[in-house]
């Protein structure tokens, strides 16, 4: 029996894009509970389709919609857990809109330090307009 060893060349991995910094992460603060979770939900993802079209790396916390779907918790819990999630965030956009959790999130956010960006409106454009005002200011 006769055994081949092939010599394997290094091969040099180029990123396809390159940045000095990671982007920024952004927690989204916006309405939830009043008055539709879903239709809020969505409004929230059209706003973090927009950061992430640019660069922008956005946090959901309405996402754990589905999870409560499945495993239903306290509304005490999620915002537990959304604090967590905020702790680790660049910044906090703060969406306009009547939140009593999103405005609590903010007083949080302003307690730890953590910038708080304020667009003129909940359109995806402001929003995206407002972080970017942010990041040149930095």
Sequence with gaps: MMITLTVLKPVRVVPKKT???PAPLIYIAAPYTHDDPVANTHAVIRIADA???AGITPLIPHLTLAWQLVS???YETWLEYDRELLARCDAVLRVPGYSVGATRETHFAERMNLPV????????ED????????QAAQ
């Design 117 to 124: 960006i304020r667009p003129w409106s909940a359109s995806p």
């Design 19 to 21: 940045a000095a910094e």
């Design 127 to 134: 929003c995206v307009a407002a972080v970017r005002g942010w």
């Design 72 to 74: 239903p918790k306290p």
């Design 51 to 53: 950061l992430l079209a």
